[in-house]
């Protein structure tokens, strides 16, 4: 069956170094994937999109990776700040139409002052 | 403001009394979907609607009824709610595509 993994304990970094988050998954093939902030008690915002044909992704401080081979997703931030502290989700989508997403179950990251 | 709004936010009842979590939507999308989320499980869809009177099944529908007779609301509704069922729930939207989900706030939902 398809599965997503995301590393289960929290990332916990210095404030101003480069945090980075990790999505594996097997048994599935993706058109693209998605990376979700969510904060205690808040519904996940949608951060990124990255598609199987492209490597890499940047938007202001984060950036993705996308590797089908490896199958596997890295999230970066740089320049890391505490207001980043949150849960981090990634989630994977086929193409065509409306295809569920699946989601991981995140990783927390804690960046400290 | 674009948004996807949800009530009641919280809810404490009990095995078998019949409820209904609301959901609405303010960006004429077309695609909506009901999430349930559990410590180390991640979300899980339970249902989605493509369109109006357009439903299916998502991962985990036992249990649950949905409804989509107008474009903005999605209702979820609980006949006779469990113990397991109790849990964080999310409504969210899309226009489908690369489905970007518009996530609303959540009702955390008590069955005892």
């Known amino acids: 069956s398809q599965k997503i993994e995301q590393n289960s304990e929290a990332l916990n970094i210095q404030e101003g170094k480069t945090a980075t988050l990790t999505c594996n998954y097997t048994n599935y093939s993706p058109a693209y994937l998605q990376w979700y902030r969510q904060d205690p008690g808040r519904g996940p915002v949608f951060l990124l999109l990255?598609?199987?044909?492209?490597k890499e992704k940047r938007k202001e401080r984060l950036k993705v990776t996308f590797d089908t081979t490896l199958k596997q997703s890295l999230f970066h931030i740089t320049a890391s700040q505490p207001a980043d502290s949150a849960t981090y989700l990634c989630?994977?989508?086929?193409?065509?139409?409306?295809?569920?997403?699946?989601f991981g179950a995140g990783t927390r990251l804690a960046v400290h002052p | 403001e674009a948004q996807v709004t949800q009530n009641p936010r919280y809810l404490i009842t009990v095995t078998g009394k019949k409820l209904t979590v609301t959901c609405s939507q303010n960006?004429?999308?077309?695609?909506m979907s009901w999430y349930r989320q559990d410590p180390g499980l991640g979300l899980r869809q339970i249902y989605y609607?493509?369109?109006?009177?357009?439903?299916d099944k998502g991962d985990v529908p036992e249990g649950y009824k949905v409804s989509r007779k107008e474009k903005r609301n999605f209702p979820l509704i609980l006949e006779s709610p469990s113990p397991n069922q109790t849990s964080l729930y999310f409504c969210a939207s899309s226009r489908g595509g690369t489905n970007e989900q518009f996530f609303g706030p959540g009702t955390r939902l008590t069955v005892l």
């Open positions: 609607s493509m369109n109006v009177e357009v439903t």
């Open positions: 990255i598609r199987e044909n492209e």
């Open positions: 960006m004429n999308h077309e695609y």
């Open positions: 989630a994977l989508g086929a193409s065509g139409g409306y295809n569920k997403l699946i």
